[in-house]
């Protein structure tokens, strides 16, 4: 195999995941993808299967190790929106979105992060939201799984720093995906409610999340960062203005 750095992502066949397996293979990464979806067009090590079964994430890890004897950095992406008011969500929801996006990372952070760990050196990205910093209405589950996602972020940096595994976060904001998408189909909410409220006043695109990735990736960019929560998102989680401020500050150019 010689001296290629292995990346192993989760959620890969569409959006962030994609797209940053794109990039870190344009970096000269060997890659390892993981989704329930059909993973096409990529150079890649392939596996179907769901990141919050263990059985599934085990049997991921072991043709990684087959295939590759190692993995330098783990981009945990997969991910599932749920919307709904707190008081409608009921616990199959809760628990469908908390297994998808926290019990999931911890599965392959834990199964890779073992084998960083004995080898003294890694990279894992966690791919967590503006929502795991401040609340989002009409959120709850996944509000919830991105603040847990951000702690259990912080926490594995302070277990594993120390042993030469770095453990960092993205913070996204809202990115023009297939999810996104989605959500705008279920009207949960329009383009405008999104760009009037980001200071940049854009979507972030995918590849805005996966430069972020491949620096936090890299040791030689980022060597002294850990247990980082850096936000990607034009800027929405600093801007406290209310929305005529907001708007009034954009026609002052």
């Known amino acids: ?9 989760t959620g890969a066949a569409q959006g962030i995941g994609r797209r940053t397996a794109e990039v870190l293979a344009g ?12 993973v096409t067009g990529l150079d890649a090590l392939t596996f179907a299967g769901d990141v919050s079964d263990e059985a599934d994430v ?19 992406n997969a991910g599932i929106a749920g919307i709904a008011p707190a008081e409608e969500t009921t616990a199959a929801q809760w628990r469908q979105v908390i297994d998808v996006n926290l019990t999931g990372p911890f599965l392959l952070c834990q199964a890779f992060g073992r084998r960083m760990l004995a080898r003294g050196t890694g990279s894992i990205v966690n791919i967590a939201s503006v929502a795991g910093l401040m609340g989002v209405a009409d959120r709850v589950a996944y ?3 991105k603040h847990g996602l951000i702690g259990l972020t912080r926490t594995l940096a302070v277990e594993w720093g120390g042993r030469g595994v770095r453990v960092n976060a993205v ?17 949960a909410y329009g383009d405008t409610d999104i760009t009037d409220h980001v200071p940049m006043a854009r979507f972030a695109q995918p590849g805005d999340i996966a430069q972020a990735v491949a620096f936090l990736a890299d040791p030689s960019r980022s060597g002294f960062v850990n247990g980082a929560a850096l936000s990607v998102d034009g800027g929405w989680a600093a801007d406290g203005s209310w929305q005529s401020l907001r708007l009034s500050s954009r026609a002052r150019a």
């Open 143 to 145: 509000n919830a799984s």
């Open 58 to 76: 085990q049997r991921f890890v072991a043709e990684v190790e087959a295939r590759y004897g190692r993995a330098d950095v783990l981009v945990n």
């Open 171 to 187: 913070c996204p904001g809202w990115v023009k995906t297939e999810m996104d998408d989605a959500s705008q189909a279920s009207g």
């Open 27 to 38: 970096e000269g990464y060997l890659l390892a993808v993981m989704d329930r979806q059909p």
């Open 1 to 9: 195999m010689g001296d290629e750095r292995v990346a192993v992502i």
